[in-house]
């Protein structure tokens, strides 16, 4: 069973930067695609940025030129980059992996999430 754990998490005020990281128990091959969602209470988690395993990164409006999604395959780990942290970022961020296999398999793993918040 692949295990996710995320770090980087915390507390910060209003313009501030945290570096969120989601090491994995195993390297992925072929095709995957990594993604960062985040979830507040009572509504639905989001994604917010995903990178696939050709390198094309994508991101939600809101955090287009803020956020910054990268990875370092040859240590099984992701990466969040977030600028300039609004206070409607505050969420718990986790992270997430779908590893496609032969079609129709797709194997899919989250981390136990991080809480971000942003605050005075």
């Known amino acids: 069973q692949v295990q996710l754990v995320e770090s980087g998490g915390g507390l910060v005020q209003p313009g501030g930067s945290l570096r969120l990281s989601c090491s994995a128990s195993?390297?992925?091959?072929?095709?995957?695609?990594w993604a960062w969602y985040r979830q507040v209470p009572g509504k639905e988690r989001e994604v917010v940025a995903a990178i696939s395993s050709n390198g094309n990164a994508d991101y939600e409006d809101s955090v287009k030129g803020r956020f910054t999604i990268s990875e370092d395959n040859a240590k099984s780990t992701m990466f969040l980059e977030v600028n300039n942290l609004k206070p409607e970022d505050t969420a718990v961020y986790y992270c997430?992996?779908?590893?496609?296999?032969?079609?129709?398999?797709?194997?899919?793993?989250w981390g136990q999430g991080t809480q971000v918040t942003v605050s005075s």
């Open positions: 195993e390297r992925f091959g072929g095709r995957y695609v």
């Open positions: 997430n992996i779908k590893v496609f296999k032969t079609a129709p398999t797709m194997l899919e793993y």
